[in-house]
């Protein structure tokens, strides 16, 4: 149905000449609503979204008015009613996803509604990419074998999935073996403009992941949220929230030869972290934005939930029309794009006053120097010279303020790693005067390494006297070397330089040490097509760089096991190891939960640190390693410049190859299509440690209820600042002593089989006993050990009496009880991915808010979404000040009686010796909507109720 209250319907040409109609948002300008001319560009996108579907219901004139009139610095408590263009799901937060939608279907059944009319009313695509681990790598068939685990530990979820696919009529899912869900989305799903009726429109998207934010520099407005919003989404609600600030990032001049778009986008987090613009639009302009390539554009775009902001986002030019055709598009969709993106007076990028910004900040892109960021948040930068004297400054500094309490002197101690490997599979110079030659082939055979780790078979089975020690390890040795992330595999120019560091490392004789794990994840399989085009593969996989899997690995945890007897040393010796990738996150245990060391770099910089072998090393000042010829071999040596990539650039620039590798997902995947699956509208649940059917709809009814008072609470937990959406829901290993693993052992589930969390998220009940699970988080209700660290792991203590046991079993403790728990916790709670678990854990755990110094903007929204109170400390007030140690009982009272959003909410503390005290939170309820979510228990059984009473009133 067509809206045009504001008379903005008009025609536009194509460069073929037809007449094509569309929401000209000058005529809202023209009206009188304000200057639209000087808006943002992404708010003006938002803008036509909203004059386009302005019903009168969902969004209202006024809607349309008050982001017309938007001010640049005024008061924010206005929502916007955000209808988008489609969704963007990842298996991790899809499978559960599906799960709820099933389980709608199943509540509209049970009240005699068609389930039908649970259906997506927007196109929803699903890429597969999260589940691939990297079990083996470093041998020819690398790829094909993780893809094997990965269809035999999925099986389950991939019959779901495809059950989905059936299903749903709106319901596309890219199978696995193609690529990371945003490098996909880049290349292939953004179509620029979409077109209904005739009547073309901007493409725009939410995603359950929160790198959704790369498809801004396509100049597409979307951002990650949390499953449980998009699934409102989904069933024809608006994204609600709160009118942003936008920030303004002037870039100017050029980048430097030798820095990269990684380096780059290291800077901006750093500089828009300490700029604080978590939950706020971020918007480039200016001639060094222009001068970007839009694969550039996309890794600063990527990063946004880094840096905190909603989006980080690029206006569409005539370089964004020029990538569209480059990765395959039409000739009349760039047409489209280019046509409808003039006609709206958004195309080009935009210049120093000629748009209204909250605030500007300047960047001279000829300032960004060669960088790296860790070993724990993406944020802290440090400059590629700094690293060694960085790298030893936490060293030895007390784990209390955020180092590894480790002496000074144990810094260069060397322990033995007794390996065994195939004597060619060692560095020449080691393997030098031993008298053995053999061909590749040969080579190849023996190091067919096992799952475990970097072991080959026992070679004199093949070879007698091969069989040599790896050697031994120690402080800062590089073990994990990834190539990964769609941050930088997305981005030809970073990955044609790691291709040239190593051809040129490799003609010097510079090789990888054994010990390392090394990986190369393209985020698509374009990547491997342009390197083999380009002749670069060779040289990556004769460093150990083989392609092991298409899909997000190393960068959310899947880097696989290393061999158990590495880890027994790791452990044994307490070492500070260290892993290198190109990703985007590299927060505590994430990576590997024995690596504590964990550095983001650029690709070719990966390259160079798995040479090098270590990261307290200079590599602007010494050497990488000895060359064949036995002299040093220095960065700088081996480093391409920009003439070597651009003339390596065309390959990458291929429109066939992508129309071509695109075209058909089940051509080619016999794995893919071997899987059989249910039928039907309802879905049959069956007993299953992947997949079972949600209890968020349990006692289901049609009418909302009260926010009850919440009374003589305990602390379920307390947590400091920084605390993460992986801590409080991992995505990684399971443990065999963990409440999850303890779990699936009685379930009859092997340890080999236990998989992950991510793969799992399809099961509550192994959810809820992973959350608080983390084996780094740390509780501060706990005893601090005797150098000043905090005991790490999910536990707590019972109250009262303060008996030690997992969080898990202190909830379930307390829900027989009756007694509802609070968890508190300091600034950025729930930073990182836009993990639905880290809110549905909680809330199947009995927790009824959590109190914070301060929010991300994503896990606030999931929270509210699950019916969990998010309430902010407010000034200098936090768990320090008020003395809260956990032994406490806690009363929020009154919370139904004037429930509205950011409303003060007065928490009284009693503690056992009989005193109290009171202390004002905000809740952080930020938009109208959300009042009504927290009415009914969550954003989904608002919505299936509103679906179901639309179905009796029809």
Known sequence: MIHDPFGALQNFRLASGTQARYYALSALEAAGLGPVSRLPVSLRIVLESLLRHCDGRKVTQEHVRQLAGWQPNAPRSSEVPFVVARILLQDFTGV????????????????????????????????????????????????????????????????FIKWGMQAFDTFRVVPPGIGIVHQVNLEYLARGVWQKDGVYYPDTLVGTDSHTTMINGLGVVGWGVGGIEAEAGMLGQPIYFLTPDVVGVHLAGQLREGVTATDLVLVVTEMLRRAKVVGKFVEFFGSGAASLTLPDRATLANMAPEYGATLGFFPPDEETANYLTATGRSAEEVDAFRAYFQAQGLFGMPQPGEIDYSAVLELDLASVVPSVAGPKRPQDRIPLPALKTKFTELFSQPAAINGYGKSAVTLGERHALPIYLPLDCLPPVEAAGKGQAMARNEVEMLDNRPADGPSCPDPEEHVEGLKQ???????????????????????PGVMLAAGLLAQKAVARGLTVHPRTKTSLAPGSRVVTEYLSRAGLLPALERLGFRVVAYGCTTCIGNSGPLDSRLEDVLNEQDLVCAAVLSGNRNFEARIHSSIKANFLMSPPLVVAFAIAGRVGIDLTSEPLGVGRDGQPVMLKDIWPSAQEIAAAMSHATDPATYRTLYQDFARGNPLWNEISTHTGQVYAWEPSTYIAEPPFFEGFTLTPGAVADIRAARALAIFGDSVTTDHISPAGSIKPGSPAGEYLLAHGVSVPDFNSYGSRRGNHEVMMRGTFANVRIRNLMLPAKADGARVEGGVTCLQPGGDLMSIHAAAVTYQARGTPTLVFAGEEYGTGSSRDWAAKGPRLLGVRAVVAKGFERIHRSNLVGMGVLPLQFKGADSVDSLGIVGDEEFDLLDLDAHLRPGQDVLLTIRRPDGSRREVTLQLRVDTPIEVDYLRHGGILPYVLSELLTDTVAA
């Open 96 to 159: 559960p996803l599906l799960c709820d939608l099933a389980a709608m279907r199943g509540v509209a059944q049970r009240f005699g509604k068609d389930p039908k009319i649970i259906e997506p009313l927007v196109p929803v695509d699903l890429v597969v990419d999260h589940s691939v681990q990297v079990d083996h790598y470093n041998v020819a068939n690398a790829l094909d074998l993780n893809m094997r685990l990965e269809f035999q530990r999925n099986a389950e979820r991939y019959r």
């Open 469 to 491: 020690p790896v050697g031994d390890i120690g402080h800062g040795d590089v073990l994990i070397a990834a190539i990964t992330s769609c941050t930088n595999t997305s981005n």
